[in-house]
Nanobody, 116 residues
Framework: QLQLVESGGGLVQPGGSLRLSCTAS????????MKWYRQAPGKEREWVAS????????NYADSVKGRFTISRDDARNTVFLQMNSLKPEDTAVYYC?????????WGQGTQVTVSS
């Protein structure tokens, strides 16, 4: 059964850190480009970061560059998002996405709330 399951969200104070995980099953994880998106209340879903399936090259949205790090462990079928120096505007539901050509899969999302 094809699945993407996110975990690691929660409540954190401004300036704090969280590490999100997304574990995949049911497809050849190592072949897919993996991405993180987020959606804040009342806003559209936005792309956060990507990591390629070859050489693990990474890209980031300007809003998170220098604070977030995406990585992958193909042996564990897992992609990570390390989030440091969190700000209240990072509050959103974070979604994992797997993409290969015309194929795209989504996780169910994990809530991240940055508040004092």
């Amino acid at each position: 059964q094809l699945q993407l399951v996110e975990s690691g969200g929660g409540l954190v104070q401004p300036g704090g850190s969280l590490r999100l995980s997304c574990t995949a099953s049911g497809f050849t994880f190592s072949s897919y480009v993996m991405k993180w998106y987020r959606q804040a209340p009342g806003k559209e879903r936005e792309w956060v970061a990507s990591i390629s399936n070859i050489a693990s090259s990474t890209n980031y949205a300007d809003s998170v560059k220098g604070r977030f790090t995406i990585s992958r462990d193909d042996a564990r079928n897992t992609v990570f998002l390390q989030m440091n120096s969190l700000k209240p505007e990072d509050t959103a539901v974070y979604y994992c996405n797997a993409r290969l050509n015309h194929l795209t899969y989504w996780g169910q999302g994990t809530q991240v709330t940055v508040s004092s």
